[in-house]
């Protein structure tokens, strides 16, 4: 009800009614027409009677209600199903401005910023040093785990870590069954790299969180990080990507030099492996 009276008429492609219209927003009639649902039915939607609902007529409410995705998950909640997969609230689009401010802020140590597909959509200078991110190389995450032979002479225990970064590459596939985008990537990864074929024949599941890695970096030897996926509710489209150093192989100190301008001018592009 709170949402139906937010919504003039005109914003919904119908007269206001003029003075006979007592209250404000849309009547309970109005939601139901531009819905295509009854009018009976509709009322007992908003009194929360247990009625039989189906995605499709929450789907043909929420638009009616110009509901926002959050809202959308929470009226499929209250209905007892399953909620559609989160989607990013277009008013929270510009947020990009200060995700980037927070992996800056993250230096020395390395961050980075994947979209749903693992494709990067930035990285701080760090993760250019450490990892080996740069231009010329695939954008995608998972690709790039298995095809760049910088990335991968660098992190040790690769053999390890590699069924697991597959297992959770399916989990995020099985949040959008249906998506093309996801397919996509998969075949590509399938057809550059016979390892990646055989570990996603094995259809192990593993949710994001956190990894343990050792890399050998050619300047300072061993780093020892820890990966933390994390996520911003209002742009569940991103994942990012920040890597803590632990207390061993004095790897917080490394972290320093390497960004430092002496370390700089020692990381210089093209690195060696």
């Avoid at 110009?66 to 990013?88: T, W």
């Avoid at 277009?90 to 927070?102: F, K």
């Avoid at 993760?127 to 954008?139: C, D, E, F, K, N």
């Amino acid at each position: 009800m709170s949402r139906r009276v937010r919504i003039s008429p005109a914003e919904a492609g119908l007269p206001d009614g003029g003075a006979r219209r007592r209250t404000p927003g849309l009547r309970r009639e109005e939601v139901a027409v531009l819905a295509g649902v009854g009018v009976s039915w509709y009322q007992w939607l908003e009194q929360g009677r247990d009625i039989t609902v189906s995605p499709q007529v929450l789907d043909a409410v929420a638009r009616v209600l110009r509901l926002s995705p959050a809202e959308r998950r929470h009226l499929y909640a209250l209905a007892a199903l399953n909620p559609p997969a989160p989607e990013a609230d277009p008013e929270a689009r510009d947020m990009c401005q200060g995700l980037r401010r927070l992996i800056d802020a993250w230096m020395p140590f390395p961050a980075h910023i994947m979209d749903a597909y693992w494709n990067t959509v930035m990285y701080n200078d760090a993760a250019a040093i450490v990892l080996g991110m740069r231009p010329g190389i695939s954008q995608n995450c998972l690709i790039a785990f298995f095809t760049d032979p910088l990335y991968r002479s660098r992190m040790g225990g690769w053999e390890r870590l590699a069924p697991r970064v597959v297992a959770q590459y399916r989990a995020a596939c099985s949040d959008r069954p249906e998506d093309d985008g996801f397919r996509a990537v998969v075949e590509e990864a399938k057809e550059a790299s016979p390892e990646f074929a055989a570990l996603w024949e094995r259809r192990d599941v593993m949710p994001g969180g956190q990894v343990r890695k050792e890399l050998e970096h050619p300047l300072v030897g061993t780093l020892v990080v820890e990966s933390t996926q994390l996520r911003v509710p209002a742009r569940p489209d991103l994942v990012i990507v920040m890597h803590t150093p632990l207390a061993e192989a004095d790897t917080e100190a490394k972290l320093e030099w390497l960004v430092s301008p002496e370390g700089r001018r020692g990381a210089m592009f093209p690195l060696a492996g």
